[in-house]
């Protein structure tokens, strides 16, 4: 099954600094690349993801980038805020139409400091 | 709203006290599934389903059942709760044949002593 590898476990870095995060995965039939992020007491929620057909995409101040031939994608936070404090998931999964499964690496707790 | 719930949010149980966690989803998704957190493992799966009345085994089975009556839910059943089941749990919810978004239930926080 696909096994995902998230580094580093914790982060800290100083507002307005780039955090960079990243995740290698096993499965290289897997095609999506979701990110989540959860604020301490909360859910987990969607703030970006990327297919295997594309190999970075940007949201504002969040971008991931993908390289299928390494096995591994990345999540880039440009301009932190205080407001980026939270652990964040990187997840794999390969779609195929009948099954779907995420499997999630296990977390990066991000602290934004003032 | 699109919403996944789960209840309750907290729960205090004893070891051998069958308890169930619900999971509800109006988003007409196929598939659901259950997760527990735990401090430095991040979201372990424990089982999922793909439709009614199939479900499946996930990386952490063991202790658990689950059933998919209905589409839209999803209960999570601890026959006999043990203290390594004291864990953070969430339901989530997607569609089966495209590659979205997964919706998370609040969690539910479980102590079993």
């Known amino acids: 099954g696909e096994n995902v590898e998230q580094h580093p476990s914790t982060l800290s870095v100083q507002e307005g600094d780039s955090a960079v995060i990243k995740c290698t995965y096993s499965d290289s039939a897997s095609n999506y690349f979701p990110w989540y992020k959860q604020e301490l007491g909360k859910r987990p929620q969607l703030i970006i993801d990327i297919r295997s057909n594309v190999g970075e995409k940007k949201d504002q101040r969040i971008a991931v980038t993908l390289n299928k031939t390494a096995k591994h994608f990345s999540l880039h936070i440009t301009e932190t805020q205080p407001e980026d404090s939270a652990v964040y998931f990187c997840?794999?999964?390969?779609?195929?139409?009948?099954?779907?499964?995420?499997?999630f690496g296990t977390g990066t707790r991000l602290q934004v400091t003032l | 709203e699109a919403q996944v719930t789960q209840n309750p949010r907290y729960l205090i149980t004893v070891t051998g006290k069958k308890l169930t966690v619900t999971c509800s989803q109006n988003m007409n998704h196929e598939y659901m599934s259950w997760y527990r957190q735990d401090p430095g493992l991040g979201l372990r799966q424990i089982y999922y389903?793909?439709?009614?009345?199939?479900?499946d085994k996930g990386d952490v089975p063991e202790g658990y059942k689950v059933s998919r009556k209905e589409k839209r839910n999803f209960p999570l059943i601890l026959e006999s709760p043990s203290p390594n089941q004291t864990s953070l749990y969430f339901c989530?919810?997607?569609?089966?044949?495209?590659?979205?978004?997964?919706?998370f239930g609040q969690g539910t926080r479980l102590t079993v002593v």
């Open positions: 989530a919810s997607s569609f089966l044949d495209r590659n979205t978004e997964a919706f």
């Open positions: 997840a794999a999964t390969r779609n195929t139409g009948t099954a779907s499964k995420l499997t």
């Open positions: 389903s793909m439709n009614v009345e199939v479900t």
